[in-house]
């Protein structure tokens, strides 16, 4: 079991920053890809950013590229999200998951372990 705690999450204006921290225990973190995803009211759960397990492959959702960044750090089991220039649409409830394939890609069905996610709310 890896247990996902993600924290970060607040209220922000558009065009500001917020940075999400996902802080995992339980089993060893470093051979798990991660990813981000997010849940807005009424839609269905999209990829926004992945990381392999070593850190050395990311992907992104293409309304994320250049916006958001995704890192990790393997020493203190947690992965960040770093969010830049949000837009309304970016309101939405953010989730980190564990991937058992340690890949990261955007395949909901990998992804063994989730967080209880954290809220992300873009003002005007």
């Known amino acids: 079991q890896v247990q996902l705690v993600e924290s970060g999450g607040g209220l922000v204006q558009a065009g500001g920053s917020l940075r999400l921290s996902c802080a995992a225990s339980?089993?060893?973190?470093?051979?798990?890809?991660m990813g981000w995803f997010r849940q807005a009211p009424g839609k269905e759960r999209e990829f926004v950013a992945g990381i392999s397990w070593s850190g050395g492959s990311t992907y992104y959702a293409d309304s994320m590229k250049g916006r958001f960044t995704i890192s990790r750090d393997n020493a203190k089991n947690t992965v960040y999200l770093q969010m830049n220039s949000l837009k309304l649409e970016d309101t939405a409830v953010y989730y980190c998951?564990?991937?058992?394939?340690?890949?990261?890609?955007?395949?909901?069905?990998?992804?063994?372990?989730w967080g209880q996610g954290t809220q992300v709310t873009v003002s005007s």
């Open positions: 339980g089993r060893t973190f470093s051979p798990y890809g």
């Open positions: 998951a564990a991937d058992r394939t340690g890949r990261g890609l955007n395949r909901l069905f990998d992804y063994a372990y």
